[in-house]
């Protein structure tokens, strides 16, 4: 038998060979806790626990045929950034970041992420997750650092002057022509 492990979520038996544990993506299973990688910003990664989420379903439009009035598939995930265990455990100043980078995204003090893009309410809710996990990332990475002003090299300046001196001998044979040609 390969090398393994067997696990149950919601009475469902999988079985995970040593491949499949890999950290590829990150786990976004509806109603487990979502793991969110090791990156810039996030040296040990974070776990936000799924008590911390809450998503609401309501109807979604687009596709679905006759199913569409019928099915709750659009996912509204919540996150309250300010008030998680997770970002708490962050340092001072990634915790200062991450709140500063996602308060513009902010309604009151929720953190509000829509899905309906698929015809299914379980893709739809790995769809919020997965897009809450990049926006968490992204707000928690480092700022890039300050661009180092250059001078340009002599060759550079040399070559913008002839382009320009060509470009204007261009310019220069166009003009009015004269009545007597």
Request: aromatic content about 2%.
């Amino acid at each position: 038998m390969p090398a393994g492990r067997l696990s149950c979520q919601t009475s469902l038996w999988e079985f995970h060979t040593a491949s499949s544990l890999d950290v590829v993506a990150p786990r976004t299973d509806p109603g487990s806790d979502l793991v969110v990688p090791p990156g810039p910003g996030l040296r040990h990664g974070m776990v936000i626990p799924a008590g911390e989420l809450v998503e609401r379903f309501s109807r979604a439009s687009g596709p679905g045929g006759q199913g569409v009035n019928t099915t709750d598939s659009r996912v509204e995930l919540v996150f309250r950034p300010a008030a998680s265990t997770a970002v708490g455990a962050l340092s001072p100043a990634g915790r200062d970041r991450l709140l500063r980078e996602l308060a513009d995204r902010l309604v009151g003090d929720q953190l509000v992420l829509v899905a309906s893009e698929h015809r299914s309410q379980r893709q739809n809710r790995v769809a919020a997750r997965t897009r809450l996990v990049q926006l968490l990332r992204e707000a928690a990475a480092p700022p890039p650092p300050p661009r180092r002003a250059t001078t340009p090299t002599k060759g550079s300046h040399r070559r913008r002057l002839q382009a320009k001196h060509e470009r204007g001998q261009t310019k220069a044979t166009r003009g009015r022509v004269s009545p007597d040609e």
